[in-house]
């Protein structure tokens, strides 16, 4: 049994978090499950996944809340979108896991089976 633990930043009606959700429960992995529609991401968080995959990486480009936001078309600082992103978790691209310095964006079966096999 390992004793990693995965945190997800996701919402509850969004189907790429609840595979996660399911393929680390699969495997007895204990998690954390953040509903980003309850409570925001903390900007210092959501600075790592930044740091690694870049702002863009981390947006829903094609999703219908890119679309209203029209994000596409502000002029917006780096901080302006991550502030949005905060206020709208609609726009990442969901969801967001980590296991202590491990990241993933979206629905990465890859990179979950890499949590697991370095946890």
Same mark, same amino acid.
């Given at each position: +049994? ?13 189907? /790429?978090?609840?595979?996660? &959700?399911?393929?680390?429960? &699969? ?62 978790? &609609? ?15 979206? /629905? ?6 890499? +949590?697991?096999?370095?946890?």
């Amino acid at each position: +049994m390992s004793d990693l633990q995965v945190q997800i930043f996701g919402t509850r009606k969004n189907k /790429e978090t609840r595979a996660a &959700e399911r393929f680390f429960k &699969e495997r007895k992995i204990k998690i954390h499950f953040v509903d980003l529609k309850e409570r925001p991401i903390a900007k210092g968080e959501l600075s790592r996944f930044v740091q690694k995959y870049g702002l863009n990486a981390l947006l829903d480009l094609d999703g219908k809340a890119y679309e209203r936001s029209n994000l596409a078309y502000l002029r917006t600082t780096e901080d302006g979108v991550i502030a949005k992103v905060i206020d709208d978790p &609609e726009l990442l691209r969901l969801p967001l896991v980590r296991a202590g310095k491990h990241l993933t964006v979206g /629905e990465d079966l890859e990179g979950w089976k890499a +949590m697991v096999a370095t946890g």
